[in-house]
């Protein structure tokens, strides 16, 4: 499929891929192009790189990846499938360049926004409504981990120490895996949402191509420049509109580098300050016959099938609630992360990895900007990044320090102390395109995902995300994808071809 279409999205992250695939169930006709700079990884375009079988292969396509800056002073090494992007405010700060994005590598969990994390832009029903169509395309699920050994008696412990009556009450954590007749587990990556988009012939997806500048006459988007990055010809492909879904910072690096910039254009970014521990369950909660070796697979590779999900690993879940801003994550291991005493039998399930997300509070000054003195490695303005806690959010760090503490006590023996993991390193970065209800400089599109000032030209992604959350954010971005695809489908399909042309 050539010449001109009805919708370029650039990007093919959960998010781009969403809006492509609910564009295409219209039912309409639209043609649909999406533009992704990065190759798949493996067989399956945009699936998620845990469910590859051959572990040397995954590790061979993972070590494929472009590769960036090492680690910055106070941060870490990039994760497998994931570039730093060298910014000293935010060491941790990462990009994915495949099909998929960061769909193809992400922890799978999609809880709900509640109470102060959801958008005041939205209508509640509307948007409760895109939640639901977003847990089916994104196949999400409370049973995966049902087989895991010892959930019940961790979720006992935290529900004693975190349920209250005017919050959800703890339990199993919303995660985006399919469970096979066999319990064979499968992790959600974007192919998952795509499910046929790609065989279509009204759908194309087109990789290692980069978009470079969104192309805009009047207010009005004529389609972009890209370049394909192995021969480097540059080509302009026509479109009646462009939904951006490129990522937390390269989204806004696109509109800045093609002259569209909002008042609000990369500021408010925020993420979610991450703090970690892990506990040995205490043998009260072990019921007496609790195998030392039960029939699961101990590691990803022993998985069947290639699963990649360890069923011992249990993922419960404590919730956000606006009365204490962070969000607990909490996975039971096949392994402990810290040498145990001598002696010391665990049992599948009995290593309980704990991870709190907290709210990071709403700042313009924390921001992305774009340097016109230095190019990143594809001639686009560079990006950097400034971020620094407030006040607020020190305290909030503290509280969460606190309550992860009790929890690793409550549970058992502590190993180690919590610790506070470097910025960036949730991988959760929102705001930088943020929706709003009014183009009053606080934000970058409509609750539509329509930029301000233009007609046809949208944005997508955890990026518009306006709220502080502490919740991972993928889910919430889906759904909002899914409100800008009928948008966009209902504008496309009261606008004729012709009246285009000659507007």
Partial sequence: MSGSYDVIVVGSGPVGTAVARELADAGSGLRVLVLEAGQALGDTAGGHVKNIADVDERDRLLAGLATGPGPLPGGTPARPGTTLVGAPDMPNAAVSTNVGGMGAHWTAA??????????????????????????ALLAVTTHAFDRAPLTGAVQRVLGELFDRPHRRPAGPMPVAVTVGEDGTLHWTGPAIIAGDLWDRTDVELRTGTLVRRVLLDAGRVTGVEAVDLA??????????????????????????????????????????PQVMAASLLDERYVPADAPIDADLPATAAAAPGGGAIVPVSGVSWVPYAADRPFHGQV???????????????????????????????????????????AADEHGLPAIRIDYALSDVDRASIGAAVDEVRRAARALGQPLGDPFVMPPGSSLHYLGTTRMGAADDGTSVCDPTGRVWGTENLYVGGNNVIPTATACNPTLTAVALGVLTARSLAASLAATPVAEEAHA
């Fill in 110 to 135: 999609c809880p709900r926004p509640v109470d102060d994390e959801v958008p005041d832009c939205v209508d509640p029903a509307v948007l409760d409504e895109a939640l639901t169509r977003a847990e």
């Fill in 331 to 373: 996975m039971q291991m096949d392994a402990s992360p810290m040498p145990l005493d001598p002696g010391v039998t665990v049992r599948p399930g009995q290593v309980v990895g704990l991870g709190w997300f907290c709210r990071k509070e709403l700042s313009p000054d924390n921001r992305v900007r774009f340097d016109e003195d």
């Fill in 231 to 272: 021969s480097g010809e540059r080509h302009q492909i026509p479109a009646r509109a462009v939904v951006v879904a490129a990522d937390a910072f390269r989204t806004p690096q696109l509109l800045w580098a093609s002259g569209i910039r909002p008042q609000a254009l990369g500021r408010y970014l925020t993420e979610h």
